[in-house]
């Protein structure tokens, strides 16, 4: 007779205890939840408080995450197990160019959607990194967990994957200390010439809600790099440095200077025989979550990439000797 399966019993909160040193005085009290805890971001922090999960170990009123703490000052933080996610575990198969226990570098292929989305329900990027990784589930929340960037369906190239809380929090500062590093490869309409940065803000675009614009009044600050590698008859081919990171800011920012990517048929670059818009991430650069050493990974562009610079009469080259010297 087959013994009865055991009951999975379900995940447990942890509780933490923790006393505020002189260091960490003076702090707010998210700051210092943060900084206390590897494993959780200052935004995490905030919701904690929010939902009552920190409470003071001495006479006070209810915490804010905007208060000062004291040296002395005891807090009991309890973190709730994460929700559980009701995305859809999907093996599909991975180009993977750097894994250990916290990172993942995928090289993802053109036209697959990074994350479900309206017309997008499943056989994403992050269906198959559940598959993948079925530890991923909760990090940096249960809606996108792992990812900390995107790229656009029809765009090829670099994305980094957390596959912890430690390694969500670490590449999430590194974007916003732009210390995460994304270069790209794009080809564009017409004949440009020397280096360059576009320097407009974008926002979303009034009279079509898929589509961004550039948008000096209201828009986000937006950054983008550009430098000439050659010229064909009616096309140029550049690499490109963000130093911010907007939805469509490479698309949205060379359409606004009137050199839109080539095949580009939302913003302007289309051309017969062009299929998709010739945009590929080809360098990513970043400092290992756990142990802070320096990692680049770079993946050529895909062949339809490089039919069109044959098309165009533009040499290919050696994309990993290619170097970022403004």
């Given at each position: ?92 198969d ?34 198959a ?116 990171g ?16 080539l ?25 290992h979550?756990?142990?802070?050493a ?15 610079l ?17």
């Amino acid at each position: 007779m087959p013994k009865p399966s055991a009951r999975k019993e379900p995940p447990r909160p942890t509780t933490l205890d923790l006393k505020v040193s002189s260091e960490g005085a003076g702090r707010r009290l998210d700051v210092f939840l943060a900084a206390a805890i590897p494993d959780i971001s200052r935004s995490r922090a905030q919701v904690l408080v929010k939902e009552g999960w920190v409470a003071p170990l001495f006479p006070s009123k209810p915490v804010k995450s905007s208060q000062l703490v004291l040296e002395g000052q005891a807090f009991r933080v309890t973190l709730p197990p994460p929700e559980e996610s009701h995305l859809e575990a999907q093996p599909l198969d991975l180009d993977v160019v750097f894994e250990d226990q916290h990172l993942l570098v995928v090289n993802k292929p053109v036209g697959l959607v990074v994350h479900p989305g309206a017309g997008n329900k499943d056989h994403t990027l992050l269906n198959a990194l559940l598959a993948h990784c079925p530890g991923i589930p909760g990090v940096g929340g249960i809606k996108r967990p792992g990812l900390v960037h995107r790229i656009d369906k029809d765009t090829s190239g670099l994305l980094a994957v957390a596959k912890t809380d430690l390694a969500y929090k670490s590449l999430v500062a590194q974007l916003k200390t732009r210390r995460l590093s994304r270069e790209y490869l794009g080809l564009v309409k017409g004949r440009l010439e020397g280096k360059g940065t576009v320097d407009a803000a974008i926002g979303r675009h009034p009279g079509a809600r898929k589509r961004m614009a550039v948008r000096p009044e209201d828009g986000k600050e937006s950054k983008t790099h550009f430098k000439v590698l050659g010229t064909g008859a009616e096309a140029s081919l550049l690499h490109l440095k963000l130093e911010t990171g907007r939805t469509h800011q490479i698309r949205v920012h060379m359409a606004f200077i009137k050199h839109p990517i080539l095949g580009d048929g939302v913003y302007g670059g289309e051309r017969e025989g062009v299929p998709r818009q010739m945009l590929h991430a080809f360098r990513l650069s970043l400092r290992h979550p756990k142990t802070g050493a320096p990692r680049t990974f770079v993946v050529a562009p895909p062949e339809d990439f490089k039919d069109a610079l044959d098309r165009e009469g533009l040499p290919s080259r050696s994309w990993k000797q290619l170097r970022w010297d403004r």
